[in-house]
Structures are given as structure tokens and as C-alpha cells.
């Protein structure tokens, strides 16, 4: 729990600098904390609605795991739109990408350590 904090920290920091260093000093990377607050709803839901007694495959989970990855993919693309028209600078975007990928990693490991069906689970909050 603690490390997963400590990746949450570290990803905004990466954010939040390359925003706010006097630099590059422009706040249009900060859109992508929407992309980290929708994130993890398509698959919430999903997990909520289907059962998974069933080894198969099914629809809504797939659908989840496919609008998680537009989202997860748009968050990437943003800063790179944002620096080829020269809203932000390289340095910035870069920054923002580093930041992406600790923010990314951290939500996956959020699930992947609480998202087993035991009594460690964050579904029973």
C-alpha cells in the first residue's frame, strides 16, 4: 500500500513539474488527470456486473479492457498533440510521459493487488 502511494507521489511530481518549471510554465498537461480518474471505470463496472465463475471470455469485460486502453492511450497521446503544436515543449512533454508511466504502473498494480476475489479486496470498501 505504501509503495503504490509512493508511485502515485512520484508520477504527479513528474506531472506537476512539467508544468510548473519556469521553463516550460504551462498548465495544458494537467488534462491528463482525467484520463487518470477514467481510467479505472470501464473495469470497476465491468467487475461489478459480471460474475466470474466463468473461465470463458465475456463481452463486457473485454469491452472494459478495450475502453480502458483508449483511455490509457489517449492519456499518452495528449502531451504529444500538445508539443507538435507547440502548446508545451519537448522537455515538458517528456516529463509528462514519465509521469504517465508511474501513474499507469501504479493504478495496474492498485488492481493487481487488490483485485483478487479474497479477503484482501478493496470491493469489500
Do not use: H
Not at 5 to 22: E, I, T, W
Not at 45 to 61: E, F, G, M, P, Y
Amino acid at each position: 500500500m505504501i509503495s503504490l502511494s509512493f508511485g502515485g507521489a512520484v508520477g504527479l511530481m513528474f506531472l506537476m513539474l512539467g508544468c510548473a518549471l519556469p521553463q516550460y510554465n504551462q498548465y495544458w498537461p494537467l488534462f491528463v488527470l482525467f484520463f487518470y480518474i477514467l481510467s479505472p471505470i470501464p473495469y470497476c463496472i465491468a467487475r461489478r456486473l459480471v460474475d466470474d465463475t466463468d473461465a470463458t471470455s465475456n463481452a463486457c469485460k473485454e469491452l472494459a479492457i478495450f475502453l480502458t486502453t483508449g483511455i490509457v492511450v489517449s492519456a499518452f497521446g495528449l502531451p504529444i498533440v500538445f508539443a507538435r503544436a507547440e502548446l508545451i515543449y519537448w522537455g515538458a512533454c517528456a516529463l509528462v510521459l514519465t509521469g504517465n508511466t508511474v501513474i499507469f504502473a501504479t493504478i495496474l498494480g492498485f488492481f493487481l493487488v487488490f483485485g483478487s476475489n479474497d479477503d484482501f479486496s478493496w470491493q469489500q470498501w
